[in-house]
Nanobody
Framework: QLQLVESGGGLVQPGESLRLSCQAS????????YGWFRQAPGKEREGVSC????????NYADSVKGRFTISIDKAANTVSLQMDNLKPEDTGVYYC????????????????????WGQGTQVIVSA
């Protein structure tokens, strides 16, 4: 069974950077779509960025385009999210997720066919 473990969250000031990592173990597959989602206090969870392992097809939320970069290291079974120029509105708990039989866009925009969630890592952007 697939397991996902996030790391890399923390407290940063606006304009700074963070890199989140999601270590996958167990039943990893080239057919998984991996993604990052976040949930701010009092708000619904939203898709941030997703990537299809087989084709490297990516999807980004409009709010993070140009600032965040998702990548996958298949040899290390790791999905990373490089977050630059962070803003206070990026604050939230960030979750790694994996899905089968979906696309990067569908999983990110509709949370469609997500099979596994990680436990989450906190990101706080504050002056």
């Amino acid at each position: 069974q697939l397991q996902l473990v996030e790391s890399g969250g923390g407290l940063v000031q606006p304009g700074e950077s963070l890199r989140l990592s999601c270590q996958a173990s167990g039943s990893t597959s080239d057919f998984y779509v991996y993604g990052w989602f976040r949930q701010a206090p009092g708000k619904e969870r939203e898709g941030v960025s997703c990537i299809y392992s087989r084709s490297y097809s990516k999807n980004y939320a409009d709010s993070v385009k140009g600032r965040f970069t998702i990548s996958i290291d298949k040899a290390a079974n790791t999905v990373s999210l490089q977050m630059d120029n962070l803003k206070p509105e990026d604050t939230g708990v960030y979750y790694c997720a994996a899905g089968l039989g979906t696309t990067a866009q569908a999983m990110c925009t509709r949370q469609w066919r997500i099979n596994k969630w990680g436990q989450g890592t906190q990101v706080i952007v504050s002056a």
